[in-house]
DNA sequence: CATTTGTTTGACAAAAATGTTAAACAAAAT
DNA sequence: ATTTTGTTTAACATTTTTGTCAAACAAATG
């Protein structure tokens, strides 16, 4: 008999990621996440033997998914500025959604150096470090050595969303008024990184 | 008779940070940091009663330094572009050092919503806005909200620091290369911000 | 409709992490 | 020197978390 897919080992799967990436707890237990998702926590160890394999697969396809966002991103045709509007665009989406996402990543990896990680790597990295490059040499963007603008962009995005519940308090935001915040910086940014 | 003091409690707080703020390992035991601290697990107890209230008086101790770390910097009365490169240099110096310190106190804020955190706040924050707001009147930086103009700060500092093991990757970066690269960061970021 | 097979569950077992106790130890005080 | 008191340790106990198993269940198949 073919596998009947009651929808539960991706129910699992999207909660999981929706605990770890999404809510930022880290230290959730297998229990934590069987309870998340409403199901028996026996059926985390039917779909995925343990704990530490589930972890490593939420690992894996995120980092497949982050590498796959990156190429596409990287690799498309449009002129450079709608090109940046874009990966603006959708990275800030992303980190909307799943803030976290990368500190789980890099927690992870942090926290078992020895095992194998995803190998796959970003295909489109040097060709658009080139075409950066060409920009600068243009005059559209300041010169500087094309990782720092990318990892400008990155940082700008991502980590006023990484430290809200910090930067909540030490400015006295309510959550709505984040919110809006953060969707001030879409503009923000694209203006910040060209001169 | 009075506290003998042979500097184990400090040393259980400061392997601690080290743990936690240096090389992220958030999923460290108590066992893990006793290790690493070359002491019996027993101390952390004798001197802390749990682990929980070690991670709590962590938590505040990090928390208060950061407040006095922007206290200090924000309320210096240095002409603003020179205390703006002081703070860079303050805040990069420390995310060299523990780059993994916020994401700590953000993971503990997370998991555990109920308790009560640290109430001190920075006192001077509201004062610096206002001179942010001032040197934008007066043209020395692009106009925004200033909310923005510091996290902007914040983020080009520490966001390459948390995300070393995956841009080490993504751009093919050696440990030495790495460094070399953030240290390049300092003068960038202010170029980067003064328009 | 009975059987097969994949899914789900609860009860149980094992392992890991945290917490406790009493005794050994060492520095200071008497 | 002996006692006192704070420190450290090892052995043990508890709790939490993870993992296993067999039985119950339900959908597809014959």
Known sequence: MALRDTGT??????T?????????????TTQDIADAAG???TLLHYYFRSK??????????????????????????????KKIENLID???????AFPYQETFLVTEILNDSCRIHDE???????SFLAQ????????????????????NLFSLMVYPLIMAPLFKEMFNFSDSGYTD????????????IFK
């Open 9 to 14: 080992e991706q129910l699992i799967k999207d």
């Open 16 to 28: 999981a990621k929706r605990i770890f990436f999404a809510e930022g707890k880290l230290h959730a």
């Open 39 to 41: 199901v028996n926590r």
């Open 52 to 81: 530490d394999i589930l972890i490593q697969q939420v690992f894996k396809e995120a980092m497949q998914g982050l590498n796959a966002r990156l190429d596409t991103v990287m690799e498309s045709d449009l002129p450079f500025k």
């Open 90 to 96: 959708v990275f800030l989406t992303e980190a909307v």
């Open 120 to 126: 796959s790597k970003p295909q489109k990295i040097k």
């Open 132 to 151: 950066i490059q060409t920009e600068m040499d243009a005059g559209h963007i300041k010169p500087m050595n094309p990782v720092h603008f990318l990892m």
């Open 181 to 192: 915040m953060i969707n001030e910086r879409k503009k923000l940014i694209c203006e910040m």
